[in-house]
């Protein structure tokens, strides 16, 4: 048997070739182990275990795939319910708005309405008074004159005089009257 | 001389026969060359232990690659019992020593593991009841295929110098002790680590081997009709039943230290140590 270590034991006892040392090491049991060992590593290296090493790199993938689909659902959820809570702060922020609008408008409406029906109003006193002033410009005028005539009628049946077309009756007349509004005005 | 040679004399040899204890001694790890063969001036024997490797080897690929033919996401029956051993190979050992950059060194580590398991399990299976391991050629074959792994790899990562001197002059060591800590180093890693790692396993399988033999051998040689004989050949037994159980986890333990200090030595091959 070949020896890669020198075998005392076998020395001791006269070189025996049925008893070497247990710390001989015979080249063929050497060679026939590392012979084992490849053919197992190579079979086993080419043939099972990247098998197997994909289907567990797999199984990974689809559990963290599934935390992953979970995680992205979330995601969503949790988007939809920001995009709702912006609308819903959107849609409030726009009624008060509109509710503020609606009362600027309101106001204004109001204020253009009490605008509207103050000038109004004031055209019609203004028309009236002017209307007004005018009857009574034309009445007194008219009154004046029909009470001159009257008066001057009377006085020239009183005096038997005509008294009509004459400028110093009429001035008297109008002393008169001025006398007359002066005893009003008083 | 085997095994069995010798339990089978045993048998006729008494306490009470006037014959000394034949004690089993290294003739029980020498098993006779059943067929012997020449490649050029080499000769081959085929013994028992050659029949037992090949059986092994047969039946870890035979399992493996029948546990793993066509595997389902949602394993069951042996691809179960498969990837138990492949996640403990791959987190227990490869991640634990090198952390992701072990995921390729995981079939190379899962060879090592179930054949150094398997070659100490024969050693408790009736009728094969030899561990492979307990030949010292096969461990040295084993650290000879690790040593021979993470040297070059280290060389080859690191780079010739960058290696020796990461291994020799580990950093946050005053200078001085350099002097003492360099040949240490070169030692304790280049040469006598071979050696420790084939020696281990070698040692523990072969005194585990040799204890039971021993009990099995005094079982038979104790027995007789008397109270001394019957008390003796019982608590021989007993003892033989227990370090039986006491063996499975040896084996399985040294498989895996094993393993996991070629782990330890590829990741220090990978990156130097701090």
Not at chain 1, 29 to 58: C, M, N, Q, R, S
Not at chain 2, 58 to 81: C, S
Not at chain 2, 167 to 189: C, D, K, Q, R
Request: hydrophobic share 55%.
């Amino acid at each position: 048997m070949t020896n890669l270590f020198a075998s005392v034991a076998v020395i001791a006892s006269g070189g025996a070739e049925e008893m070497p040392s247990v710390l001989s090491v015979p080249i063929d049991e050497l060679i026939i182990g590392l012979i084992a060992f490849f053919v197992v590593f190579g079979v086993l290296g080419k043939l099972a275990l990247p098998a197997i090493k994909k289907t567990l790199d797999e199984r990974t993938n689809t559990i963290e795939g599934g935390i992953g689909r979970a995680e992205a659902a979330q995601a969503e959820a949790q988007q939809v319910l920001e995009e709702y809570k912006a609308q819903l702060a959107a849609a409030r922020e726009e009624a008060s708005a509109i509710r503020t609008q609606a009362q600027a408008d309101r106001t204004a409406i109001i204020e253009e309405a009490r605008n509207e029906a103050r000038v109004a109003a004031q055209a019609v006193t203004t028309a009236a008074e002017a209307q007004l002033a005018a009857d009574r410009a034309q009445a007194t005028a008219s009154l004046t004159r029909q009470v001159g005539e009257l008066a001057v009628g009377l006085a020239g049946k009183v005096v038997g005089v005509s008294l009509t077309d004459d400028a110093r009756v009429r001035q008297t007349v109008e002393d008169f009257i001025n006398d007359l509004d002066q005893q009003v005005a008083r | 001389m085997s095994a069995e040679v010798v339990i089978a004399s045993g048998a006729d040899c008494h306490l009470m026969s006037g014959c000394g204890f034949p004690a089993p001694g290294a003739e029980i790890f020498q098993f006779d060359a059943v067929w012997t063969f020449h490649v050029g001036s080499l000769d081959l024997h085929i013994t028992k232990i050659t029949f037992l490797i090949i059986l092994i080897s047969v039946v870890l690929m035979a399992f493996f690659l029948y546990a793993f033919r066509k595997p389902k996401l949602v394993p069951r029956g042996a691809q179960n019992v498969g990837e138990l051993g492949y996640t403990f190979i791959r987190d227990g050992i490869a991640r634990e020593a090198m952390g992701k950059d072990g995921d390729k060194f995981v079939p190379f580590l899962f060879t090592l593991f179930f054949m150094i398991w398997l070659m100490n399990f024969v050693g408790i299976v009736p009728f094969l009841q030899i561990p492979v391991t307990s030949i010292f050629a096969i461990p040295v074959a084993f650290a000879l295929i690790v040593y021979l792994s993470w040297v070059p790899l280290g060389i080859y990562r690191q780079g010739f110098i960058p290696f020796f001197k990461n291994m020799m002059f580990p950093p946050g060591v005053p200078a001085p002790m350099y002097v003492l800590l360099a040949p240490i180093e070169f030692i304790s890693n280049i040469v006598v680590r071979p050696f420790t790692h084939s020696v281990r396993l070698f040692a523990n399988m072969f005194a585990g081997h040799l204890l039971i033999a021993s009990f099995s051998v005094a079982t038979f040689y104790l027995i007789s009709a008397s109270v001394v004989g019957i008390l003796g050949s019982v608590a021989s037994f007993a003892v033989t039943i227990a370090l039986t159980g006491f063996e499975v986890l040896i084996q399985a333990l040294q498989a895996y230290i094993f393993t996991l200090l070629t782990a330890v030595y590829i990741s220090g091959a990978l990156k130097a140590e701090h």
